[in-house]
């Protein structure tokens, strides 16, 4: 495989990953042009490698830059603005999560912590105690697997990855 089919198959399966991150397959292949970059990327060089509109172009870029994936850098002369990403995989990881975090596990905590205190005695009452109790604990769990991923080094990951598959 040359150089072009094997950068062309990672950004298509970026977005296709993208996907199941939450995150859309433009925005996602967008992110896997500016991983590979060697250089910052115009809007216009964007639009051209994926063959996508400007506005979808603008829109996925902002989007990457809400989320923390995509920079943009002023060069000097220039009146074009340029993008780049961080090539820390780790990091980039962590920004994922945390966005996940923020739209997925936050808002079910909110609510499950809200209903974990409602009145009721029946039956039907307590059954559902039981399962807003058990969601609560479980999406707390995960919320404290994140946290504390999130304040880990890659070191830390790798190592607790290979004792996990030893």
Same mark, same amino acid.
């Not at 896997?32 to 115009?42: E, G, P, R």
């Given at each position: 495989m040359k150089y072009e089919q094997a950068k062309n198959k990672f950004i298509q399966?970026?977005?296709? %990953?993208?996907?199941?991150?939450?995150?859309?397959? #433009?925005?996602?292949?967008? $992110?896997? *042009? %500016?991983?590979?970059?060697?250089?910052?990327?115009? #809007?216009?060089?964007?639009? $051209?490698? *994926?063959k996508v509109s400007r506005g979808n172009a603008n829109m996925n870029i902002r989007a990457l830059m809400d989320w923390g994936l995509a920079e943009k850098e002023l060069k000097p002369g220039q009146r074009k603005e340029y993008f780049f990403t961080n090539k820390d995989i780790h990091?980039?990881?962590?920004?994922?999560?945390?966005?996940?975090?923020?739209?997925?596990i936050d808002p079910v905590l909110k609510i499950m912590q809200e209903l974990e205190g409602f009145k009721g005695t029946d039956k039907d009452s307590k059954e559902l105690r039981k399962i807003v109790s058990e969601i609560n604990k479980l999406t707390g769990v995960l919320n404290k697997m994140v946290s504390k991923y999130m304040n880990s080094d890659s070191n830390w990951l790798f190592k607790s990855l290979v004792k996990i598959m030893g």
């Open positions: 399966s970026w977005g296709t %990953l993208g996907t199941n991150w939450g995150i859309n397959r #433009t925005m996602a292949q967008i $992110h896997a *042009l %500016l991983l590979v970059s060697t250089k910052s990327l115009s #809007t216009e060089e964007i639009m $051209h490698e *994926l990091e980039t990881s962590r920004k994922i999560i945390e966005n996940r975090r923020k739209k997925e």
